[in-house]
């Protein structure tokens, strides 16, 4: 027998091993991609509402008012227990208020915000599709909501004060996060975030529980 038909032979038996290796797939296929033990530290910023201004003039004065509540942001940390969970600790800050008001006798500078400090979960289990590099995600927290607001009230004499609320709150979000390489992601997240009434008003309000949007930054750490 030629050491050709012998050299056919031979590949002609492995050949039914190679297919049925393609048709199984992977073990790992469709799961996550960053290993247990890995760090995460993220900067986000996105919109809660849209911002408002007023101005106001009557027989006493006027009043100039602007809201930044639209704007939002925050800075998390992720440490994942598992390939596929997280657990997230997050600093964040909202809803920026200033207010002017002017009279006959001075004027009043206003300005407060709120700070949420929030514990929560990251799941995120599995790869979309074919695209190994875009993976959703579920995400919830809770925590305090620090309520702060600042005012000077120029006149004879003036006078300064601070405030602070606090409120309990949650967070819920789905979204996206792709790899841009070994070590950064972008991230694209829906959320709500749900609160309980402050005591008194921060920034003219009581409660700013409401849907947001949000694009994230992140660096991955020991993956």
């Given at each position: ?141 809770l ?9 000077v ?55 700013y ?9 992140g ?5």
């Amino acid at each position: 027998m030629s050491s050709s038909l012998c050299t056919a032979l031979f590949v002609m038996s492995l050949a039914p091993g190679l297919v049925r290796a393609q048709a199984v797939p992977s073990a790992n296929e469709g799961k996550s991609e960053t290993p247990a033990g890995s760090h995460l530290i993220e900067i986000s910023a996105g919109l809660l509402s849209a911002g408002r201004s007023t101005v106001a003039v009557s027989g006493t004065g006027v009043n100039a008012e602007a809201s930044g509540r639209g704007v939002l942001g925050s800075i998390r940390y992720a440490y994942w227990v598992d390939d596929d969970l997280a657990f997230q600790v997050t600093a964040g800050f909202l809803n920026a208020d200033a207010g002017v008001y002017v009279s006959g006798t001075g004027a009043t500078v206003r300005s407060a915000t709120v700070v949420p400090l929030l514990i929560g979960v990251k799941y995120q289990p599995f790869e979309f599709g074919s695209f190994s590099d875009l993976r959703p995600y579920a995400y919830g927290s809770l925590g305090p909501y620090l309520g702060y607001e600042a005012g000077v009230e120029a006149g004879w004499p003036t006078q300064t004060g601070t405030r602070w609320e606090s409120a309990l709150g949650v967070r819920l979000a789905a979204g996206l996060d792709l790899s841009l390489s070994h070590l950064f992601t972008l991230g694209f997240q829906l959320g709500y975030m749900g609160m309980t009434d402050f005591e008194n008003p921060i920034g003219g309000e009581r409660n700013y529980s409401g849907p947001e949007f949000s694009l994230s930054l992140g660096l991955m750490i020991g993956s």
